[in-house]
């Protein structure tokens, strides 16, 4: 690699690593006013146009942090779930933000905790930093590319990371979801000769990934750039990994089709990876 693309790179790592303090911050505030809900009679339930749920907290969080990145990155577009997509057709943007301000909005109704604010930066369909909130546990990673991933809990800050490769013959330790249970996964499962369940809600299945306390993390079903992007930034600069099915990749290039294909998050690939 040329020295003036190394140069180039680690200029606009820096760059990445200097706009997460400002998210974090964003991510805080929007955890605040979703708590403020969270710990009332009322959540303020309604339905949107697909009859997914939609509350109060949903919005207060997403009027935060669009409105912080808007007037810290005027330049940069959002993409938010509760918001208008404003990409068109087959724009492929260098950077712009992927929002979810509340995801495992079944969690929330639920009140288990389970539920995360997701905010990412998407470089060339790359997720190169992402902050991954669970305002109800006490819980936040964030995650640059060629920073690391850190945790942040009670105890305070910690640097986090993927452990040691998935080793075939042990139990392999699945991250899987709290609310959509899968058929195809089961059968995908198959392929692991022992496998041992750790069901979680929203984007704390990646997370689990990243401070190696799950190894793998498959979800055939639909999901969106906005629910997946944050944790995979955070499982990435932990040292893991999001491919599609195939093992290619997952990238976010097109955000007009928010849709992800299947995928399967690897805390470690290793040789699973050579077989598919």
Known sequence: MPSEHKQDTHLMIDAHFSRLGPVVDLVDRAGEAILQVY?????GIQAKADSSPLTEADLAANEIICKGLASLWPAIPILSEEAANPFAGEQEPPLYWAVDPLDGTKE????NGEFTVNVALVENGY??????????LGLLYEGVQGHGARRRSSAGWESIAIGGPIVPEAVVRVASSRSHPSPAVDVWLKRFERIEQRPSGSSLKFCLLAQGDA???PRFGPTCIWDTAAGHAVLAA??????????KPLL???PANVLNPDFVAWRSAGPFLKAL
Do not use: Q
């Open 238 to 247: 932990a040292g893991g990994c999001v491919t599609s099915v195939d093992g």
């Open 215 to 217: 190894d793998v993390y």
């Open 252 to 254: 976010y290039k097109r």
């Open 127 to 136: 997720p190169v930093l992402g902050v991954v909130a669970a305002p109800a």
């Open 108 to 111: 929330f109704i639920k009140r």
């Open 39 to 43: 710990r009332g009679a009322d959540l």
